[in-house]
């Protein structure tokens, strides 16, 4: 079993940066990818950034640009960096480590407003 513990959401005016933080612990497997998903009032969840096993590194369109994924192997994190931040970025944001399965962290409220 794997957990995942996210941290460093909040309160943020557009334009503005956040960073999430996210950490893994338990039986990690060997290769995985990791990430962050989100999911807004009303709407399904979504992939925002991928980091693979290999360090490739995937972005919705519409945060392209604006956030970096990064990920700490030694110490099974992945960090999500989010700049010039926008109204429409509030949700609610998803950690999340695949394998053959995925394992979801708790989640940390995002808010981008004025």
């Known amino acids: 079993q794997v957990q995942l513990v996210e941290s460093g959401g909040g309160l943020v005016q557009p334009g503005g940066s956040l960073r999430l933080s996210c950490a893994a612990s338990?039986?990690?497997?060997?290769?995985?990818?990791m990430g962050w998903y989100r999911q807004a009032p009303g709407k399904q969840r979504e992939p925002v950034a991928i980091i693979t096993g290999g360090g490739r590194t995937i972005y919705a369109d519409s945060v392209k640009g604006r956030f970096t994924v990064s990920r700490d192997n030694a110490k099974n994190t992945v960090a999500l960096q989010m700049n010039s931040l926008k109204p429409e970025d509030t949700a609610v944001y998803y950690c999340?480590?695949?394998?053959?399965?995925?394992?979801w962290g708790q989640g940390t409220q995002v808010t981008v407003s004025s």
């Open positions: 338990g039986s990690i497997p060997s290769f995985y990818a």
């Open positions: 999340n480590l695949h394998t053959d399965i995925s394992y």
